[in-house]
């Protein structure tokens, strides 16, 4: 009497399938260091585009076109009612700003060319920080914000620049919206490409187990045993 074979379990020796995600114990160290790296680049994109807003500070202040003041001794006034000046410093903010925001995306895709999560919140935290940066930068190292006590200084009838001031508070996310756009640009344009599965690289065994064959059934003791074919 024979024993019944036992159909033999080929699924241990095949290659995972790509993409299942086996579980190891290196996986989850893997995935962590991975999450930690990005985080770490995406901050110190975040922190030098922060920087950067000291330029943009710097630069309101020289191109900004300034609001003439005067004072009567009892009142001060626009010396130009009909002047653009103030609406001309927020479009000056923005547009430098967009044009630090070009500068920035291309300087961080030259940098990290493989892009990422991380790099693109960077680039959009930092430029949003940076502007905020310019912003106050530029009204701090302006002319006096008390218009009061700057026209008692100078004097009636004499003719003094305003404070500077950003009316349109979304020009804040100019550099942010232009990093963004540029940096996608540039990745999807000259960014590293994902090589493509052709359906080569894996044989179809890799993928599939052919069925065992169905157990012999046992002996039986009355049987006859079989007879070697006979020979003519």
């Known amino acids: 009497m024979t024993a019944p074979l036992t159909p033999h379990d ?5 290659p995972p399938y790509p993409g299942s995600g086996g579980s190891g114990p290196g996986k989850g160290e893997d995935r962590t260091k991975a999450v ?3 985080a770490r680049r995406g901050a110190l994109v975040a922190l030098l585009v922060t920087v950067c807003g000291i330029a943009l500070g710097l630069l309101w202040l020289w191109l900004s076109p300034r ?9 001060v006034y626009l010396k130009d009612t009909e002047g653009e000046e103030a609406i001309g410093g927020d479009g000056t903010f923005a547009l430098i700003a967009a044009g630090l925001g070009i500068l920035t995306a291309a300087a961080v895709f030259w940098r990290y060319r493989r892009g990422g999560v991380g790099v693109v919140l960077g680039l959009a935290a930092g430029g949003v920080l940076a502007s ?10 302006g002319p006096d914000t008390d218009i009061v006590a700057h026209a008692t200084a100078v004097g009636p009838k004499v003719v003094f620049d305003a404070p500077l001031e950003l009316r ?7 550099w ?3 990093a963004m756009v540029v940096h996608l640009v540039l990745t999807s344009a000259f960014g590293p490409r994902e090589p493509e599965d052709d359906g080569k690289g894996v044989p179809p065994e890799a993928y599939w187990t052919p069925a065992a064959p169905p157990p012999a059934p046992p002996a039986s003791p009355d049987s006859p045993p079989d007879e070697p074919p006979s020979k003519e």
């Not at 349109?168 to 100019?174: I, T």
Request: proline fraction near 3%; avoid cysteine.
């Open 10 to 14: 080929h699924s241990s020796h095949l």
């Open 67 to 75: 609001v003439p003041l005067v004072s009567d001794g009892k009142a």
């Open 168 to 174: 349109a508070k979304s020009a804040l996310v100019a």
């Open 176 to 178: 942010s919206v232009a």
């Open 132 to 141: 905020v940066v310019g912003w106050r930068l530029g009204i701090w190292l």
């Open 36 to 38: 930690l790296s990005e």
